[in-house]
């Protein structure tokens, strides 16, 4: 198992719309890939990571959340893989951080309630719908796959801003 380097805003691959994998063709690869995304997710304490995140352009995350709202809750891992957000509904505003920004954190208008059409790590095609902070993994890791970052659904105004604080924080990335 190795701990993977995250790749950083800036670099071309987290702009880069990822195509749907063939699953079988994945397969082969999956059982290290996904024992590295998540020793690498749970090293730099994320609720996921997405594949360009780690330099791969497969259409494919990883989501490590707690089962439940308890205290020391054990994770549940969600391996999606060529997901599709089939509905959104409800809006809220939250914190929000990002692997490939460490150290950035805004306000970010999200769906409450989605439902998510992905394969899962078996092989076998799901439809999920999830609330709460899943609903927010989802639609994070499904913007990454898509070449988007939490910083593109700020208000415009915001840019000069966050241009700024992003040039102070770089020097301390990897
Ligand atoms: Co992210």
Redesign the pocket.
């Given at each position: 198992m190795s701990i993977l380097r995250v790749t950083k805003y800036g670099e071309s691959i987290l702009r880069q719309k990822l195509k749907p994998v063939d699953y079988k063709e994945l397969a082969p690869k999956l059982p290290q890939l996904l024992k590295d995304m998540e020793e690498t997710c749970l090293a730099v304490r994320?609720v996921?990571?997405?594949a360009n995140?780690i330099g791969l352009d497969y259409r494919m995350a990883l989501i490590l959340i707690p089962e439940s709202d308890e205290e020391n809750a054990p994770l549940k891992r969600y391996v999606i893989i060529n997901p599709k957000i089939l509905s959104m509904r409800g809006e809220k505003i939250e914190e929000e951080?990002?692997?490939?920004?460490p150290g950035l954190w805004a306000e970010v208008k999200r769906a409450t309630d989605v439902t998510i059409q992905y394969i899962d790590e078996n092989g076998v095609e799901q439809v999920k719908r999830a609330r709460g902070l899943l609903a927010k993994a989802f639609q994070?890791?499904v913007?990454?796959l898509d070449g988007k970052?939490?910083i593109d659904l700020l208000d415009p105004t915001l840019k000069p801003e966050i241009k700024k604080a992003i040039k102070k924080l770089r020097s301390k990335w990897n």
């Open positions: 994320g996921g990571l997405a995140q951080g990002c692997l490939s920004l994070h890791e913007d990454h970052l939490f």
